[in-house]
T-cell receptor
Framework: GIQVEQSPPDLILQEGANSTLRCNFS?????LQWFHQNPWGQLINLFY???GTKQNGRLSATTVATERYSLLYISSSQTTDSGVYFC???????????????FGKGTHLIIQP | DTGVSQDPRHKITKRGQNVTFRCDPI?????LYWYRQTLGQGPEFLTY????????KSRLLSDRFSAERPKGSFSTLEIQRTEQGDSAMYLC????????????FGQGTRLTVV
């Protein structure tokens, strides 16, 4: 099945810093989503971005589908940005029926005051 | 609140007991997914419904697990004869459309088997 690798696995920053999270995937995709998992476990949708660039406030994301990677940018980090960020993809050619999203292991981000 | 709703939020059960979880998707969404997440890992796909039809099951879904979506609305996930290894967060998601669409997740049910 498709492989999803996220880097870095852990990131500790001071409040106000900028960060870039990366997601590499091993095959063509028709769905790519970025999520923030809050301390209670809920996955919060950040971006639905199978290709192109999107921005939402301090967050932006870029997916280069032809090169099989996506980047999530967080600017002017706040302590509330802390948590785990997941990238999830759905392969374009599902073959044996891989309709569900395949998640990476996440990036654990800690923003210190 | 019109998001995905899951019940219960937490469940503690003794090994060997059966448990059932419920998921209410976003009302107009025709696709419903179940995932399982263990500590330190990303969610893993379990099964998927399009309307009332269960179209795909992961190899993770052993024969002790069964899911239903009888009227194409809410769904239930039952685990029979629970084992300690079943302890995890069970997440439900829904999306709209015939093909690919953005998935929205519920708050999850955290299962602890003692």
């Amino acid at each position: 099945g498709i492989q999803v690798e996220q880097s870095p696995p852990d990131l500790i920053l001071q409040e106000g810093a900028n960060s870039t999270l990366r997601c590499n995937f091993s095959d063509s995709v028709n769905n790519l989503q970025w999520f923030h998992q809050n301390p209670w476990g809920q996955l919060i949708n950040l971006f639905y971005i199978p290709s192109g660039t999107k921005q939402n406030g301090r967050l932006s994301a870029t997916t280069v589908a032809t090169e099989r990677y996506s980047l999530l940018y967080i600017s002017s980090s706040q302590t509330t940005d802390s948590g785990v960020y997941f990238c999830a993809v759905r392969p374009l050619y599902s073959g044996g029926g891989a309709d569900g999203l395949t998640f990476g292991k996440g990036t654990h981000l800690i923003i210190q005051p | 609140d019109t998001g995905v709703s899951q019940d219960p939020r937490h469940k503690i059960t003794k090994r060997g007991q059966n448990v059932t979880f419920r998921c209410d998707p976003i009302s107009e969404h025709n696709r419903l997914y179940w995932y399982r997440q263990t500590l330190g890992q990303g969610p893993e796909f379990l099964t998927y419904f399009q309307n009332e039809a269960q179209l795909e099951k992961s190899r993770l879904l052993s024969d002790r697990f069964s899911a239903e979506r009888p009227k194409g609305s809410f769904s239930t996930l039952e685990i029979q004869r629970t084992e300690q290894g079943d302890s995890a967060m069970y997440l439900c998601a829904s999306s709209l459309g015939k093909d690919v669409g953005e998935a929205f997740f519920g708050q999850g049910t955290r299962l602890t088997v003692v």
